[in-house]
């Protein structure tokens, strides 16, 4: 037997009468799958007749789900950059004082030894010298410490500019909204029921009992109609 697929949520129809800053009332149609993805729609359908012009992408969609679900955050917050670790210090040991040579005078005769043995002038210019030197802790240390602090100053930078963006632009939707609400009049919010032939009021603003239940009303009428 082949297995059943699921049905996925149908579209249902949505009707308006509303009035738009004082003017007169107007009917609007939409087909959506849930009253709150109606009332985006209607909100959409005013984009152009808000004072706020030259709005972006996101600002639209910002403001149509501000104004759809009012319980529901529109904007996530920004994924701040965590700061680096702490640097542990560390306990430098002490220097440890250089040896103390000791000298003592040397017969004639073994000075004129070492002389005959010991190198030109000109072999001593071409023999490379050795570097013994070892890294200083201390400086390495400061080192990273200063890299630490660089990078913390560019981490603060960019959190700061993702945080401004996301205020400014978080303030600038509830002044939309706010404009919006006190301009907009809803006379009449219904959802068509193809099944009854009836078109069922529905309250604005929007319960979460409304939500959820009307879309799934719809649907279960019509799983049961096709059962049958």
């Known amino acids: 037997m082949k297995k059943k697929k699921e049905r996925g949520p149908d579209l249902i129809e949505y009707k308006f009468k509303c009035s738009f800053n004082g003017g007169l009332s107007v009917d609007k149609f939409f087909m959506a799958y849930s009253p709150e993805n109606a009332l985006a729609q209607l909100a ?3 984009i152009k007749q808000l004072p706020f012009k030259n709005l972006s992408d996101e600002e639209k969609d910002c403001f149509t789900q501000a104004f759809s679900d009012p319980n529901k955050p529109f904007l996530e917050k920004p994924d701040l950059t965590p700061l680096p670790e702490p640097i542990p210090d560390i306990d430098f040991p002490e220097p440890e004082p250089e040896p103390t040579e000791i000298k003592t005078e040397k017969p004639q005769s073994e000075k004129e030894e070492e002389a005959i043995d010991s190198p030109s002038l000109d072999e001593t210019v071409n023999t490379p010298l050795e570097n013994n030197s070892k890294p200083d802790p201390v400086a390495e240390h400061l080192a990273k410490q200063q890299k630490r602090l660089t990078q913390i100053a560019e981490i603060e930078r960019e959190n700061q500019l993702l945080s401004e963006k996301y205020e400014t632009l978080n303030n600038h939707i509830h002044q939309m909204t706010e404009w919006f609400n006190q ?36 649907n279960e009428n019509g799983e049961a109609n096709q059962d049958m």
């Open 44 to 46: 959409y359908s005013f």
């Open 183 to 218: 301009h907009l009049e809803i006379l009449v919010f219904e959802e068509y029921n193809r099944w009854s032939y009836k078109w069922n009021p529905i309250t604005f603003p929007l319960s979460k009992k409304q939500e959820e239940g009307l879309g799934e009303m719809e």
